[in-house]
């Protein structure tokens, strides 16, 4: 019989990388919450339409990677390709954006049918970060911030800071008109794709990775010059925000970002090495008008999306990959049928009142040297051991792994010194 494989680029999470991930979660929700940011979880599965509305019908991600079916209702249903807009439609749902402010984020995966390669899954995992309500430039430097932070956390180097402003719908127009005329001057240089994009959604030639493009890319009319004032005053004012905390950043012209609803602010980290061609390990930016196109009032937002399988990527890459967990104590077991179950009850009575310290005990019996090679191999520090003797007086031996004396104590005077 032929032995079920896992879905093309959706890949399990082995033990040992799945307490990497935890640990790393950790220390990402532990500055989430230095920030004030609340955590929300909203449904993988959304109606087709949301993310169509929201992402844009002229993008990659709408025309070829979604994972899109239709129930038994005849309702269309997607996985969900991205977290925002699911967020977005559940706090307008849920009443949480009527003259309030919100700072929240949710963690877990999204689903692209792409090309899996190095940083690039069917299956990945993102940390999402949305802020609502602030209409001012210092939430996106706070948002900025943050995405800083957590990278600093996790003590990831050789990154670097991309920020643009895609301005407000009026300037984008105008922008918009731009490209067409400057890209149709180039027609014979563009590929298929941006060919398809050049009446439908031009900015989105200007994150083409195609090298035969390159020099006409450079080339191009920059969005700078189409802001309005009231744009510009904007971008001003953030990266003053910015040169105030001294943040580092390059003013990236061509940074567009890869869906429709940005604009203003858009940043991103990337990464100079590590991680080859998908080297942005966080993006994001504005989107003030998402919430009233998916049905809510005028509300203004911004966020930011970052990619776990390429942060651990890089982390590895770094060797800045956390250690793996080991027990505190390994408890060999060597006693008689009779005192199984005793012994057992000892060591669940241990795992009960020493709540946060980690207990493995050995299962399955075993010589006393076969348990003690896997005491050391687990690397626990201490070994307790439990045999006839100790059982009989209510005793337990405590061995150091790595030096000092081995001795016999009383399980309940032990217990309460190790809490």
């Given at each position: 019989m032929t032995a079920f494989k896992n879905v093309k680029g959706m890949n399990d999470l082995l033990p040992a990388q799945a307490g990497q991930w935890a640990?790393?979660?950790?220390?990402?929700?532990?500055?989430?919450?230095?920030?004030?940011?609340?955590?929300?979880?909203?449904?993988?599965?959304?109606?087709?339409?949301?993310?169509?509305?929201?992402?844009?019908?002229?993008?990659?991600?709408?025309?070829?990677?979604?994972?899109?079916?239709?129930?038994?209702?005849?309702?269309?249903?997607?996985?969900?390709?991205?977290?925002?807009?699911?967020?977005?439609?559940?706090?307008?749902?849920?009443?949480?954006?009527?003259?309030?402010?919100?700072?929240?984020?949710?963690?877990?995966?999204?689903?692209?049918?792409?090309?899996?390669?190095?940083?690039?899954?069917?299956?990945?995992?993102?940390?999402?970060?949305?802020?609502?309500?602030?209409?001012?430039?210092?939430?996106?430097?706070?948002?900025?911030?943050?995405?800083?932070?957590?990278?600093?956390?996790?003590?990831?180097?050789?990154?670097?800071?991309?920020?643009?402003?895609?301005?407000?719908?009026?300037?984008?127009?105008?922008?918009?008109?731009?490209?067409?005329?400057?890209?149709?001057?180039?027609?014979?240089?563009?590929?298929?794709?941006?060919?398809?994009?050049?009446?439908k959604n031009p900015l989105r030639i200007l994150d083409s990775k195609n090298p035969a493009m390159a020099e006409i890319l450079m080339a191009a009319p920059q969005m700078i010059n189409f802001l309005s004032e009231q744009c510009h005053e904007h971008f001003e004012t953030l990266l003053s925000y910015l040169d105030a905390v001294g943040m580092?950043?390059?003013?990236?012209?061509?940074?567009?970002?890869?869906?429709?609803?940005?604009?203003?602010?858009?940043?991103?980290?990337?990464?100079?090495?590590?991680?080859?061609?998908?080297?942005?390990?966080?993006?994001?930016?504005?989107?003030?008008?998402?919430?009233?196109?998916?049905?809510?009032?005028?509300?203004?937002?911004?966020?930011?999306?970052?990619?776990l399988e390429r942060l651990m990527l890089l982390l590895e890459a770094q060797q800045l990959l956390p250690e793996l967990e080991k027990p505190d104590y390994y408890v060999v077991v060597s006693v008689s049928d009779e005192n199984r179950s005793k012994a057992f009850a000892i060591v669940e009575k241990l795992r009960q009142h020493l709540q946060d310290v980690k207990i493995e005990l050995n299962c399955g019996g075993a010589s006393i040297k076969s348990q003690m090679k896997k005491a050391d191999k687990s690397g626990a520090s201490t070994t307790l051991i439990l045999a006839d003797s100790e059982i009989a007086e209510n005793t337990i031996t405590v061995k150091p792994m790595h030096g000092g004396e081995q001795k016999v104590v009383d399980v309940d005077t032990w217990m309460h010194s190790a809490a």
């Open positions: 640990q790393i979660e950790t220390r990402i929700k532990s500055v989430l919450s230095s920030y004030q940011y609340q955590e929300t979880r909203s449904p993988l599965v959304e109606k087709t339409a949301l993310f169509r509305r929201s992402i844009g019908e002229v993008t990659d991600v709408v025309e070829k990677e979604m994972y899109s079916v239709e129930d038994r209702d005849g309702e269309q249903l997607t996985l969900r390709p991205e977290m925002t807009a699911g967020l977005v439609r559940s706090a307008i749902q849920n009443g949480m954006l009527h003259n309030q402010t919100q700072r929240l984020w949710s963690i877990g995966p999204v689903f692209r049918y792409e090309k899996p390669q190095k940083g690039r899954a069917r299956q990945f995992h993102q940390v999402d970060v949305e802020a609502f309500g602030f209409e001012g430039p210092d939430i996106d430097a706070e948002i900025i911030c943050l995405s800083a932070a957590i990278l600093q956390r996790l003590g990831v180097k050789d990154i670097k800071l991309h920020v643009n402003s895609l301005g407000s719908p009026e300037s984008r127009q105008a922008y918009r008109a731009a490209l067409i005329e400057y890209f149709s001057e180039h027609a014979e240089i563009l590929d298929e794709d941006s060919k398809n994009r050049l009446h580092e950043y390059e003013v990236n012209p061509r940074l567009v970002r890869g869906l429709d609803y940005y604009n203003r602010t858009v940043f991103e980290w990337m990464a100079s090495d590590g991680l080859g061609a998908q080297n942005t390990v966080c993006g994001g930016g504005r989107y003030d008008g998402l919430v009233e196109q998916l049905g809510g009032k005028t509300v203004p937002g911004i966020g930011f999306g970052m990619g």
